[in-house]
């Protein structure tokens, strides 16, 4: 062999050991990037697989589309608290509208409001209710937990204000939209009812708002540092607007979907709904601290929620207080795993 296919086949190998370690690189930094959201899939596909395996009739493809079905609401707010807890805020009042939206519901529908004038009424009530608890949080300089949590607490106080005792819809476009089956392709006898939908839709159009709009990147942009932002001319005040206008919007949207699925209005509902969302969140790998996170994996932290639930029902023996022991500690698992990653990415 000459010197010359010597000297190229050592080009040619050296060539090819840069690309696999530049891949390997790429590699190393995506899943270093998302490794918290990674967690979280892989800890939702195990916990899922277990319950499976410990009750056969977990395996059924209803069950898990069950998981869409009961935790329709639960998943609507998450989106909206995720957004928030980019901001490095937090909305404690997300149970309360929810609690008002179905009391007011089902008060309007039983005064014989049309119900095509009730939701677009109750929506735009949630926004104007996050609309106001951001501007007072950002303009008096309040901090967003005192504000949400007097949010909650009036929120609470009107629906009990309508209404001391459940109210029942009978509204007949409710009542369809509540027992109306949609059956799932390729899946026996597998369903899921209408207003199942609206989270995965609303989960679409928080990712495409997030990662594809000059919005989501100011959402980012003000979690990460909200001084930084001000100095380069970002519209911060606006931004936080919308994101809390967002959150009541949401809210509000999860208290139509609960009204519609219970066939019912009252203030008592949703209890504690406000840390399910944000253990939700938190699981999926947002952080508190702001400016890192994703809607997805809010979506598999809800998953995670209702999957120790079904489990729970399954075994049938236990407390359902073992819900929130199971998720608490999860919370705090991955509170530990955001805190390891966000150490190790600054010092990389």
């Known amino acids: 062999m000459t010197q010359q296919a010597k000297r190229l086949l050592l080009d040619n190998d050296s060539l090819l050991t840069g690309k696999e370690s530049n891949m390997l690189q790429k590699t190393k930094r995506f899943l270093f990037d998302n490794g918290p959201l990674l967690t979280t899939i892989v800890i939702f596909i195990l916990l899922y697989l277990a319950g499976g395996w410990m009750y056969p009739a977990m395996q059924k493809p209803q069950v898990f589309f069950n998981l869409f079905i009961n935790q329709a609401s639960l998943l609507i707010v998450s989106i909206g608290m995720t957004l928030v807890i980019l901001t490095k805020g937090i909305d404690l009042s997300v149970a309360g509208v929810i609690a008002l939206t179905t009391a007011a519901s089902a008060a309007l529908l039983a005064n014989g409001v049309s119900p095509f ?12 209710f996050g609309f106001t608890q951001g501007w007072i949080i950002h303009f008096f300089k309040v901090e967003p937990f005192i504000v949400t949590l007097m949010g909650l607490f009036f929120a609470r106080g009107m629906a009990y204000i309508i209404t001391l005792s459940s109210l029942t819809i009978t509204d007949p476009f409710y009542r369809s939209l509540a027992l109306t089956k949609v059956p799932i392709p390729l899946f026996e006898k597998a369903y899921l009812y ?20 000059r919005f989501g990147r100011m959402v980012y942009a003000i979690g990460n540092n909200e001084q930084s932002a001000l100095l380069m001319g970002f519209p911060v005040a606006r931004t936080k607007l919308l994101v809390y206008a967002f959150g ?29 969302a944000i253990a939700s969140a938190v699981i999926g790998g947002t952080m508190l601290t702001g400016g890192v996170g994703n809607v997805i994996g809010t979506l598999f932290g809800v998953l995670i929620n ?17 819900t929130r022991i199971g998720v608490g500690v999860l919370t705090l698992i991955f509170l530990g795993i955001q805190s390891l990653f966000y150490m190790r990415k600054k010092h990389s």
């Open 117 to 128: 004038v009730v939701m677009p009424l109750m929506l735009v009530m949630g926004i104007a």
């Open 194 to 213: 209408i207003p199942s939908f609206v989270g995965p839709v609303l989960l679409v159009v928080a990712f495409y708002l997030c990662y594809f709009t």
């Open 306 to 322: 209702g999957t120790i639930v079904s489990i729970l029902q399954f075994n049938g023996t236990l407390s359902s207080w073992w």
């Open 248 to 276: 009541g919007f949401c809210s509000a949207l999860g208290g139509i979907v609960f009204s519609i699925s219970l066939l019912s209005g009252y203030g008592g509902y949703a209890p504690g709904m406000e840390l399910d």
